[in-house]
């Protein structure tokens, strides 16, 4: 059983910053992908920021520059740091994340996660 919490994410003014946090939890053995999705109404979820198990980041065109991705690998838990936001980075704000459990009898499974959603505004 894995679980995922999310964390920040509000109201800012254009120009401002916010930071979302999202932690796994369980019994995870190890995890290959953590990253942030966002959706507006009626459109597809699309990928903001990721990285993967090595260490490779990918960002979104649009939030290259301005947003960053980090991860605590000993914590399970990966941070998006968003700046210089923009009326148009409003949005509900997904995390995501995929990797594997192991039970206490080492059977091994995977695993493929969202987290709630943290609603992120930004006002002109």
């Known amino acids: 059983q894995v679980h995922v919490m999310e964390s920040g994410g509000g109201l800012v003014q254009a120009g401002g910053s916010l930071r979302l946090s999202c932690a796994a939890s369980?019994?995870?053995?190890?995890?290959?992908?953590m990253g942030w999705y966002r959706q507006a109404p009626g459109k597809e979820r699309e990928l903001v920021a990721g990285t993967f198990l090595r260490g490779h980041t990918d960002y979104a065109d649009s939030v290259k520059g301005r947003f960053t991705i980090s991860r605590d690998v000993a914590k399970n838990t990966v941070y998006l740091q968003m700046n210089s936001l923009k009326p148009e980075d409003t949005d509900v704000y997904y995390c995501k994340t995929r990797g594997y459990i192991r039970n206490s009898a080492g059977a091994m499974g995977g695993f493929d996660h969202w987290g709630q959603g943290s609603p992120v505004t930004v006002s002109a």
């Open positions: 369980g019994n995870i053995f190890n995890i290959i992908f």
